[in-house]
């Protein structure tokens, strides 16, 4: 059996969290071998969007890929880049009018390619093309490549990634939840050999409201007037799984959370 090791960060909140990656992700790598890293990046410039520096910066640091969500077009630097780089992908179920690709097949170093598909959901999300359908269409083109699998589902209702779990068991390698910045505790391999949870976390300020500054966060709930986020300060955590596949089948072996001060 040939295994791959793979981790995947929570969304990467600002400069705190692009920090803990520079100075954190090869001691990671090292300790638990990993052979390729993904990152979700949506979230890296301030907190919105993210810049082609930014992308740099991460993919120096380590990150071998890097996926995205709904925040994708906050930062308009995005448009510079997303079009030439094979290294950051958008949900694939924007309008095909949208820039950019909704996944990429990766090599990984001179072993095994694998794919990496970037979906979002629909329900309290941007009313897209059906997650369920995009998935379908492009995990059977992605198969006629590579069997190993990586599903990004960048949604909010726990019920719909859960039931994108159960709809992709067997079909890919793993499919991680991100969007809450929330990591869950219910990592599990799934009967018919797919690695699921339903969000891997954020990687960001531990004291904060989702890698913002709580008062800010606060004021707006209680006033129920316009506040100006900013990232907070403080203690930063990397949120991820690591994810052991067997490259012949493209089944995942193992699942394990990972929840590291930075």
């Known amino acids: 059996m040939i295994k791959l090791t793979i981790l995947m960060i929570g969304d990467i909140v600002g400069r705190p969290g692009r920090t803990a990656v520079r100075e954190k992700l090869s001691f990671l790598k090292k300790k638990h071998e990993v052979d390729f890293i993904i990152a979700n990046g949506e979230n890296a410039a301030g907190g919105n969007g993210i810049t082609e520096k930014i992308m740099q910066e991460l993919l120096i640091s380590g990150v071998d890929f890097i996926t995205t969500g709904n925040h994708v077009w906050d930062n308009k630097d995005i448009f510079n880049f997303i079009e030439k780089e094979n290294r950051i992908i958008r ?38 093309d059906c997650p369920f359908k995009t998935a379908d269409k492009l995990i059977e083109k992605i198969k006629g490549e590579t069997k190993v699998i990586i599903v990004d589902f960048h949604a909010e209702a726990t019920s719909e990634k859960m039931a994108m779990g159960w709809y992709l068991d067997g079909k890919v390698s793993i499919i991680a939840g991100t969007h809450t910045h929330v990591q869950t505790a219910d990592e599990r391999i799934l009967p018919n050999g797919t690695a ?16 913002m500054e709580k008062e800010r966060v606060i004021s707006k709930f209680t006033s129920q007037m316009p506040v100006r986020f900013e990232v907070a300060k403080g203690p930063v955590e990397i949120n991820g799984i690591l994810v052991d596949i067997d490259v012949n089948t493209g089944k995942a072996i193992k699942i394990k959370r990972i929840k590291e001060l930075a």
Do not use: C, H
Request: hydrophobic share 35%; net charge positive; glycine share 16%.
């Open 91 to 128: 949900p694939a179920n924007y309008p095909q009018s949208a820039p950019g690709k909704g996944y990429q097949i990766a090599q990984v170093g001179v072993g095994p390619k694998i794919g990496i598909l970037n979906i979002s959901g629909r329900t309290f999300m941007p009313p897209l």
């Open 196 to 211: 699921y949870i339903t969000d891997i976390g954020m990687t960001g300020p531990i004291d904060s409201v989702l890698g």
